[in-house]
């Protein structure tokens, strides 16, 4: 029974190998294809949200916030 299990697994193992296989092969032929005939693929480009820096007086509140709760934990006791 185990050796059934293992030739089952062994050739669903080959087979995903040989279909990733083809699959590679087959974007790597039509890239040259598509290079030969001259034609460009426009990628979008990433869409990301725009970075804005943190405001000080936010980053002011947080770190103030983070002092008085360590002070309380200290002065309880307990340690997170």
Not at 9 to 38: D, K, N, Y
Not at 52 to 71: Q, V
Request: with cysteine; glycine share 8%.
């Amino acid at each position: 029974m185990i050796t059934d299990g293992l030739e089952i697994m062994v050739v669903g193992m080959g087979t995903v190998f040989a279909l990733l296989i083809f699959i590679v092969i087959a974007i790597a032929i039509a890239s040259r294809i598509l290079h030969a005939c001259g034609c460009q693929v426009q990628t979008p480009a990433a869409a990301t949200a725009p970075t804005k820096k943190p405001h000080c007086g936010a980053i002011a509140a947080i770190a103030a916030a983070l002092t008085l709760y360590r002070r309380k934990q200290h002065k309880d006791g307990s340690h997170d």
